[in-house]
Structure formats: C-alpha cells, structure tokens
C-alpha cells in the first residue's frame, strides 16, 4: 500500500513549486491540505488522506476569502488519497488516487508538468533560488516550498510541552528568585543571592556534596544585582526561547529535548568540579543559551544556498554576540566555560543522535570525544582532594542564610565547613564564628 501521506506531501510541494500554488497552513493538517491560487483554472485545490468531508467550513471559508464578487463561480479540485473510489457528492471535480501513477494519469489533463512529480521530494534539492526571492522568503518564510522550514517557523510562536518546561526552569523561576532576593535579602551580596536560590560552585556542590545544585543553577540569575540580573532573562533567555521552539521544530522535539535536558546538569557538574575559584559561582540562563546554539550550528554548518540554512544562520547572529559579550563586560571570565562546555556538549549529543550505522563516518570520533572528557574529568576532580580552598565568605553567608530560615541545620551547615577546611564554626541562630 503507498504511503498516503508521504504522497500528500509529494502533491503539495509540486503545487507550491511548478503550478504556484500557495499552501495554507492555518487550515491544513497532516489529514487535509488547501492550496490556493487566485490566478489558476482551478483556484482551490483540496488534497485529502482519505475521503474529503461533505461538509467543510474551511473550504467555505477559502471560498468566500477568495471571491472578488458575490456571485463568482470558484472551481474546486479534490483529491482524495484512498485505494477506493469516493462515493459521496463533492463540490467541483474529484479526483479519488492511490498511487504515483494514478495521479499523473488522472491529473495530466489538468496539470501538463504533472510528469515531473516524484515521490518523497527531497527537500534539500530545491532548485535554485533568485536573490530577489530569497530576500523575499526570509522576509516572509510562509513564501518557502520547504515543508520542514516552514513547520519549524510555525513553532517559533507555538508553545510545547518541552518549551513551557524551558520558559519555567530559565525565565519564570529566575524572574520568582530576583523578586523574593529583593524582597528578602535587600542588603546580600549577588553571589550569595545566586547561591541561596540554587547556583553552582565548588566548595558547595562538589566538596559540601549538595549535588542538587546541578539541577538548579540555572533558576537565579542574581549575581549581579537586579538590574542585571532583569537584562539577562528579559532580553538574553527570554529571546532565545523563540529560538529554541524554533530549532525544536527544525529537528524534532525527542532530539531537542535529548540534547538540552542531559546538557543542562552536564555541564553544571563540569564546570562545579574543574573550576575551584571561590568567585566562580555558576547560575542564569547563559548556559541554556550556549546550548541552543550549538544545537542549531552543527544542524547549518554547511554552505548550502537555502533559507534555512540563512535564516537560521541569521537568527545564531545575535546569542552568540551576547554569548561573547557578555561575560566579558560584567568580568566574570570563568562564564566562557559554561558556555564553550553547554555548546560542545549539546552539539555532541545532537550529532550522536543522527548518526546511522550506513552512514557513520571517522568524525563520530569527535563528539564521543568531548562527551567522554565532559563525564570523566569532572568525576576525576571531584574524586581528588585539594588543600583546603580558601576561606569562601559568599557561601558561608548563603550557608548562615539557610540556617537563619530553617532550611538547614547549624550541623549540617558545620559538616560542610569541616569538609571544606574552614575554621570557621555555624552557631544555632545563625552567626558564625572562628
């Protein structure tokens, strides 16, 4: 039996390319597509996986849009995907087919290019593009023949289930914690903030053992202050959230989610472990950035003259200039390595994933390779014991935080000291003392 609906898809991308038609994808699904043109004998072509309805209120609305007086005759073709003839009295001419070749032979006398159909059409192999109309498609990609690219541009504004957790973890919940470390904490220093509501470091994760740090750094973005902290998830995670629904539609949201969600702990225990300095405090949404865009880089690396290999290398523009800029203008170097690590990592990840046995190739090396270095030396130097870090003020004030709030214990928060090499000693309310 064909594939009915790799035939629709075949049928509509030969109507967009060779006759012009225009696709409407408001009103399509995978069952009914409606293309359009206002030009062409026949100005609505209904494509159907099965029997089309009697009764469609799409199709009247088409009708009536397309009208220019009231009166106007609209010649309609349907054509039904089905191994049976249609039986029902359809408006205008239907057309029941079931295969490649029934549809050349029934739709030549109404299409005389429909010879160059050809099924599963490769949407890589487009023909070639004028500049005039590439402008114009990246203008407005609705104006694209590519199924794929439109569908991912239709998801840039589309919530999923994997971007309502995303716009949770990295823009609700930073937005909750800047508010409640300006109504609790006025006077606390932004690394102790960040800390507090679940930042990364060494002496904490790695060496006090609260290993749920590296499911939380990114839930705070306080480490500079409120009006930093508000930059970096407005305009910073909050533009990159377009992008991700957008690179979820272009590969596919099992592929997205894969690489995203093992990334994000990855990497927080990668850079807690590698990078002892008692001012590398890990947090905010830089990292989930980072993430996106090696995802969507390796997914347009290469030269093809496409719009969504421009359009998706136009919209990497922008996350990657803050990507660079950023870090370097609040002076917080230690910043690159989350965000080199959260790239490498999930391109990796993303890479692994396509890659089929038929195909592979000695590249593959390389992503096994960064993936392998980014488990094991973390786990390496988590496992070595370094002299006792330098007495670290930004955790122990989170630590006296804790312990003034009750979410901690002054035991637990003296264990930690110990583990750490602070003479330093955590008293019941709170204060602390040498």
């Given at each position: 039996?064909?594939?009915?609906?790799?035939?629709?898809?075949?049928?509509?991308?030969?109507?967009?390319?060779?006759?012009?038609?225009?696709?409407?994808?408001?009103?399509?699904?995978?069952?009914?597509?409606?293309?359009?043109?206002?030009?062409?004998?026949?100005?609505?072509?209904?494509?159907?996986?099965?029997?089309?309805?009697?009764?469609?209120?799409?199709?009247?609305?088409?009708?009536?849009?397309?009208?220019?007086?009231?009166r106007e005759k609209i010649e309609i073709i349907?054509?039904?995907?089905?191994?049976?003839?249609?039986?029902?009295?359809?408006?205008?001419?239907?057309?029941?087919?079931?295969?490649?070749?029934?549809?050349?032979?029934?739709?030549?006398?109404?299409?005389?290019?429909?010879?160059?159909?050809?099924?599963?059409?490769?949407?890589?192999?487009?023909?070639?593009?004028?500049?005039?109309?590439?402008?114009?498609?990246?203008?407005?990609?609705?104006?694209?023949?590519?199924?794929?690219?439109?569908?991912?541009?239709?998801?840039?504004?589309?919530?999923?289930?994997?971007?309502?957790?995303?716009?949770?973890?990295?823009?609700?919940?930073?937005?909750?914690?800047?508010?409640?470390?300006?109504?609790?904490?006025?006077?606390?220093?932004?690394?102790?903030?960040?800390?507090?509501?679940?930042?990364?470091?060494?002496?904490?994760?790695?060496?006090?053992?609260?290993?749920?740090?590296?499911?939380?750094?990114?839930?705070?973005?306080?480490?500079?202050?409120?009006?930093?902290?508000?930059?970096?998830?407005?305009?910073?995670?909050?533009?990159?959230?377009?992008?991700?629904?957008?690179?979820?539609?272009?590969?596919?949201?099992?592929?997205?989610?894969?690489?995203?969600?093992?990334?994000?702990?990855?990497?927080?225990?990668?850079?807690?472990?590698?990078?002892?300095?008692?001012?590398?405090?890990?947090?905010?949404?830089?990292?989930?950035?980072?993430?996106?865009?090696?995802?969507?880089?390796?997914?347009?690396?290469?030269?093809?003259?496409?719009?969504?290999?421009?359009?998706?290398?136009?919209?990497?523009?922008?996350?990657?200039?803050?990507?660079?800029?950023?870090?370097?203008?609040?002076?917080?170097?230690?910043?690159?390595?989350?965000?080199?690590?959260?790239?490498?990592?999930?391109?990796?990840?993303?890479?692994?994933?396509?890659?089929?046995?038929?195909?592979?190739?000695?590249?593959?090396?390389?992503?096994?390779v960064i993936l392998t270095i980014s488990f094991?030396?973390?786990?390496?130097?988590?496992?070595?014991?370094?002299?006792?870090?330098?007495?670290?003020?930004?955790?122990?004030?989170?630590?006296?935080?804790?312990?003034?709030?009750?979410?901690?214990?002054?035991?637990?928060?003296?264990?930690?000291?110990?583990?750490?090499?602070?003479?330093?000693?955590?008293?019941?309310?709170?204060?602390?003392?040498?």
């Open positions: 039996m064909a594939n009915f609906n790799e035939l629709k898809l075949s049928l509509v991308h030969y109507f967009v390319k060779v006759e012009k038609y225009k696709a409407l994808e408001n009103y399509s699904n995978e069952y009914v597509s409606y293309l359009i043109n206002p030009k062409a004998d026949y100005k609505i072509i209904r494509v159907t996986v099965g029997s089309p309805a009697s009764s469609d209120k799409n199709l009247n609305e088409i009708k009536e849009n397309l009208k220019t007086q009231k349907n054509i039904a995907l089905s191994d049976s003839d249609i039986e029902i009295s359809l408006e205008g001419l239907t057309l029941s087919v079931s295969s490649l070749e029934t549809i050349k032979t029934k739709l030549k006398p109404y299409f005389s290019k429909i010879d160059s159909l050809r099924e599963n059409e490769k949407e890589d192999k487009e023909e070639y593009i004028s500049d005039e109309e590439m402008v114009e498609i990246l203008k407005d990609p609705s104006k694209s023949s590519n199924i794929k690219f439109k569908k991912a541009i239709q998801k840039m504004n589309r919530n999923t289930p994997i971007s309502i957790i995303l716009v949770s973890m990295f823009f609700i919940l930073p937005l909750v914690t800047m508010v409640l470390s300006f109504l609790w904490f006025p006077n606390i220093n932004g690394l102790s903030l960040d800390l507090f509501f679940g930042a990364t470091n060494r002496n904490l994760t790695i060496v006090g053992q609260q290993w749920w740090r590296i499911f939380t750094y990114g839930f705070t973005a306080n480490s500079n202050g409120a009006i930093m902290a508000f930059i970096q998830i407005i305009f910073l995670t909050g533009g990159v959230i377009k992008i991700a629904r957008y690179t979820e539609g272009l590969i596919g949201s099992f592929r997205f989610a894969l690489a995203i969600f093992i990334t994000y702990p990855l990497v927080g225990f990668f850079v807690s472990a590698a990078v002892p300095d008692q001012m590398a405090v890990f947090s905010g949404g830089l990292g989930f950035m980072a993430s996106v865009v090696g995802v969507l880089g390796v997914t347009t690396w290469d030269k093809k003259r496409e719009p969504i290999q421009l359009f998706s290398k136009n919209r990497m523009v922008f996350p990657i200039f803050c990507l660079v800029i950023y870090p370097l203008f609040l002076g917080q170097m230690h910043l690159y390595i989350m965000i080199i690590a959260s790239a490498a990592i999930s391109s990796s990840i993303y890479l692994l994933s396509i890659y089929k046995k038929n195909t592979m190739d000695k590249l593959i090396i390389i992503p096994i094991i030396l973390p786990l390496t130097l988590s496992l070595i014991s370094y002299y006792s870090p330098a007495h670290d003020p930004y955790s122990a004030i989170t630590l006296q935080l804790y312990v003034r709030r009750n979410l901690m214990t002054s035991d637990s928060a003296n264990i930690i000291f110990k583990k750490n090499g602070w003479d330093w000693f955590m008293n019941s309310d709170g204060s602390i003392s040498s």
